[in-house]
């Protein structure tokens, strides 16, 4: 059987490995699945890769993009997808070792995985934190638990630390609007939301800026550092590309002059479990917002953000349909970089 885009690759190395975090790749493979992605984007739908394969989507929470792209991207690639809602369409799970399954848990994710990975090809998992104990969840005990138990490669669709097809929809959005990364301004601001938001989208994005080389500020109030584990890792590939990572405590100063500006409200590690604590702090920060003024001070800067997003609470209506928006062009590429991924490692 012939692949008419697959083949001008070569990426047999990545065959079987799971895709957990864009930290996992160094930088040419992730340039080359983003040259993939680039190539579906433009060929159209022709590619059948995953003929006569299933691939199983195990969902702990909502999803409306990565839920619909993932399926119509396996299904574009000829395979088919299996939606599974845990505790609404399956059975509950429980993921901690040693326990005694007498409570609301009804399968171990030993189980759970070994036998979804004896019927699909792969597996992507979704699993959210909980914001309850900080140390605990980025361990990513669900995702990497399901990585270790399953034998086929397991697909990280968000969890706690990373959301690495958003991050690798990301870069190619931003290397479609820049022609490239090299030295590209670039900042990541914390935007006012009414309630903590998990870390994995905004540590993701700053990772693969940082893996791509880019001039990256991370702007957001003392209280929403991201934590010392991300920074540390975002720093070590900040060295090895060549790509700089700055800080600051005043948004609009730091996004004057950018050329892209993304937009994301997340949690506070202070605060991680301590949600009306969180919520009384934030609203000292509610001026936080994208606006047409702060756009206008860019460098012709596009506006990012990895949706849902709250209209006139991160972002203002005229951001949002004006011809900076960039949003729903990273909707679309996140088809198009999955494509990439399950193609190259299934």
């Avoid at 100063?253 to 009306?276: M, N, T």
Wanted: charged residues 25%; glycine residues 8%.
């Amino acid at each position: 059987m012939h692949f008419p885009i697959l083949r001008k690759y070569l990426m047999m190395d990545l065959k079987g490995r799971d895709f957990l975090s864009t930290g996992d790749f160094v930088r040419d493979e992730l340039i080359e699945l983003l040259d993939l992605a680039e190539d579906f984007k433009s060929s159209g739908h022709d590619e059948r890769s995953l003929l006569g394969k299933s691939v199983a989507l195990v969902f702990l929470n909502p999803s409306l993009r990565t839920r619909t792209s993932m399926e119509i991207a396996i299904h574009q690639l000829g395979g088919h997808a299996v939606t599974l809602d845990v505790g609404k369409s399956t059975w509950s799970l429980e993921h901690s070792e040693g326990m005694i399954m007498d409570s609301d848990k009804t399968e171990h994710i030993k189980e759970a995985a070994r036998v979804l990975s004896r019927y699909a090809a792969g597996i992507g998992v979704r699993a959210f934190p909980e914001m309850q104990n900080y140390l605990e969840e980025i361990a990513e005990p669900i995702v990497r638990g399901f990585a270790k138990y399953s034998d086929a490669p397991v697909f990280n669709l968000e969890s706690a630390n990373h959301h690495p097809f958003q991050a690798l929809a990301d870069a190619m959005t931003i290397r479609e609007k820049l022609s490239g990364f090299r030295g590209e301004r670039v900042v990541l601001t914390w935007a006012y939301h009414p309630k903590p938001l998990p870390m994995a989208v905004p540590n993701s994005f700053a990772l693969i800026a940082a893996q791509m080389g880019l001039d990256l500020t991370i702007a957001c109030p003392p209280e929403y550092d991201l934590g010392d584990e991300a920074m540390e890792e975002i720093g070590r590939a900040a060295s090895n590309s060549g790509g700089r990572i700055g800080a600051s405590r005043d948004y609009r100063d730091a996004c004057a002059g950018a050329r892209i500006v993304y937009a994301k409200s997340w949690g506070s590690k202070l605060f991680y479990g301590q949600a009306e604590d969180d919520l009384a702090c934030r609203q000292k920060h509610r001026d936080w917002i994208v606006d047409e003024d702060l756009m206008r001070t860019t460098d012709r800067g596009w506006f990012m953000h990895c949706l849902p997003v709250r209209r006139n609470v991160v972002v203002t209506d005229g951001v949002l349909d004006g011809p900076s928006n960039a949003a729903i062009d990273q909707a679309e590429n996140r088809l198009h970089v999955q494509k990439a991924v399950l193609a190259s490692l299934l």
